[in-house]
């Protein structure tokens, strides 16, 4: 079982940054993938970033490409998304996930199998 708890979401103006950490119990970064995945009032939950634990190979939908940048710690087994140039079309409460390496497309919200229950962001134009 892996526990996922998200933090760093918040209200931004349009332009500003925000950090956005996911801590993970129940299983180390080293073996899995961490996903960043987002979903607005009245949309399908989207894919935004993702990295592998052991090569740090990361993934990133072309929305957000040269913006946001995903990053891990395994000692801390946290993940991280740094997320610049912030855009109303950003606003979302966006979700950390988890899945095997190696277990299909990591862009791909059907191959998580661990979600955190997500934050709140919001971005001001």
């Known amino acids: 079982q892996v526990h996922l708890v998200e933090s760093g979401g918040g209200l931004v103006q349009a332009g500003g940054s925000l950090r956005l950490s996911c801590a993970a119990s129940g299983r180390t970064f080293s073996t899995a993938v961490m996903g960043w995945f987002r979903q607005a009032p009245g949309k399908e939950r989207e894919f935004v970033a993702a990295?592998?634990?052991?090569?740090?190979?990361?993934l990133y939908a072309d929305s957000v490409k040269g913006r946001f940048a995903i990053s891990s710690d395994n000692a801390k087994n946290t993940a991280y998304l740094q997320m610049n140039s912030l855009k109303p079309e950003d606003t979302a409460v966006y979700h950390c996930?988890?899945?095997?390496?190696?277990?299909?497309?990591?862009?791909?919200?059907?191959?998580?199998?661990?979600w955190g229950q997500g934050t709140q962001v919001t971005v001001s134009s």
């Open positions: 996930a988890v899945k095997p390496y190696g277990s299909g497309t990591n862009y791909d919200v059907r191959n998580y199998e661990y």
């Open positions: 990295i592998s634990g052991s090569a740090g190979n990361t």
